[in-house]
Each structure stands twice: as structure tokens, then as C-alpha cells.
T-cell receptor
Framework: AQKVTQAQTEISVVEKEDVTLDCVYE???????LFWYKQPPSGELVFLIR??????QNEISGRYSWNFQKSTSSFNFTITASQVVDSAVYFC?????????FGAGTTVTVRA | DTGVSQDPRHKITKRGQNVTFRCDPI?????LYWYRQTLGQGPEFLTY????????KSRLLSDRFSAERPKGSFSTLEIQRTEQGDSAMYLC??????????????FGPGTRLTVL
């Protein structure tokens, strides 16, 4: 069984602050993929980033960065210099095959 | 280049009625997925197609639910004898067979079902 836990239900920040979203996962599979999706108020899930279980290198893509640590089963996501348009629900997800297992989501509100 | 489309976007029905939703995946994607999302929760997997073959159905998919993908292109999800507990957002996603993005799922805008 696979499980994804996002302990933070809501985060509120002022524009230009950094936001870090926590994600902890459980799986018995040795090969798996981790994802972050964004769901703005319009409702459509937007793919942000993907990481496979063999690659723990942390990267930065624009204002997004992530910290993948297999030792603690964590896959945290950071938005640098947040903007109002970043306001959305963010989901962490895990896949060891074809189906995604999602966390409950973290609602991020960025105030101007 | 069009993404995943779903129709209708909203559906309000009375308890006991049947409803059908349609999903059109990205044209070159051979994998198609249905998920259900209730308020305040993440999406939950319902079923998966590879071409026209339905390869897995979640236990969430009771016998009142049926999904088809007759020609390996669009898919339909039908709910018979709807119940108030069926009220949710129904999301469709697709992914390509191979390549660098083969396991990235691209989601449609969803169909929001309200059962009165």
C-alpha cells in the first residue's frame, strides 16, 4: 500500500515570502516516482515536478525547488518569492506504476 | 495542441438518476485514468485504461459505476442510480505510452457532480 501525508492543511504568507510544503510518503516499492501538482481555484490539476526514487539530487526550476530525502521518506517543495498567482491547493503524489496516490493537499494563500 | 477535455463541466442530478461523463484524452496518449475528488481531499484512483483495455478498477468503483473506452480514444464514466455520496469532482487524466514523460499524467478540468 502507498500513502502520502501532507501534514500542513493551510499556509498563508505575504507576497515575496518563501513557502515550503512538506510531504512524507510510505511505499514498499523500490522504484517509484514522486510528484507535485497544483490545483488553482479553476480546479484543473497542473503538473509541476517529478522525481524518481533513484535520483535524490535536489534541483531548482525557476521559483520552484524541491528536497527529496529517501532516508526520511520526504519530498518537500519550496516556492521562492511567492506571488499572488501561486495561491492554490498543492498536492504531493506517489506512483510506483501507473496510478497516483495523492496526499490531502495543502492550501496556500499568498496575500498582496 | 489541446489538453484533456471533459464534458460536462458541471452536472446536477436527482438521487436515483443515471449520469454519464465523457473524457477526451490528449490525442497521442494511450493511457487514460479516472479519479474522484471529494471536498478537501486529494484525488482517489478509480480506474485505468491502456488503449481500450480496462486494466484495473478500484474498490471505490461499485457495481453502479462503469467505465468504457471503446476505441481506445475517448472514455465514458457512467453512474447508475446516483446517491448523494456520489457528489464529487470526477477527474480524467491521460499519459503517453513511452518516452521521458510516460508516467506524467495530464489532467482535464473535471466534471463536478452534485446529487440532490
Amino acid at each position: 500500500a502507498q500513502k502520502v501525508t501532507q501534514a500542513q492543511t493551510e499556509i498563508s504568507v505575504v507576497e515575496k515570502e518563501d513557502v515550503t510544503l512538506d510531504c512524507v510518503y510510505e511505499t514498499r516499492d523500490t522504484t517509484y516516482y514522486l510528484f507535485w501538482y497544483k490545483q488553482p481555484p479553476s480546479g484543473e490539476l497542473v503538473f509541476l515536478i517529478r522525481r524518481n526514487s533513484f535520483d535524490e539530487q535536489n534541483e531548482i526550476s525557476g521559483r520552484y525547488s524541491w528536497n527529496f530525502q529517501k532516508s526520511t521518506s520526504s519530498f518537500n517543495f519550496t516556492i521562492t518569492a511567492s506571488q499572488v498567482v501561486d495561491s492554490a491547493v498543492y498536492f504531493c503524489a506517489l506512483s510506483a506504476g501507473y496510478k497516483l496516490s495523492f496526499g490531502a493537499g495543502t492550501t496556500v494563500t499568498v496575500r498582496a | 495542441d489541446t489538453g484533456v477535455s471533459q464534458d460536462p463541466r458541471h452536472k446536477i442530478t436527482k438521487r436515483g438518476q443515471n449520469v454519464t461523463f465523457r473524457c477526451d484524452p490528449i490525442s497521442e496518449h494511450n493511457r487514460l485514468y479516472w479519479y474522484r475528488q471529494t471536498l478537501g481531499q486529494g484525488p482517489e484512483f478509480l480506474t485505468y485504461f491502456q488503449n481500450e483495455a480496462q486494466l484495473e478498477k478500484s474498490r471505490l468503483l461499485s457495481d453502479r459505476f462503469s467505465a468504457e473506452r471503446p476505441k481506445g480514444s475517448f472514455s465514458t464514466l457512467e453512474i447508475q442510480r446516483t446517491e448523494q455520496g456520489d457528489s464529487a469532482m470526477y477527474l480524467c487524466a491521460s499519459s503517453p505510452k513511452a518516452g521521458m514523460t510516460y508516467n506524467e499524467q495530464f489532467f482535464g478540468p473535471g466534471t463536478r457532480l452534485t446529487v440532490l
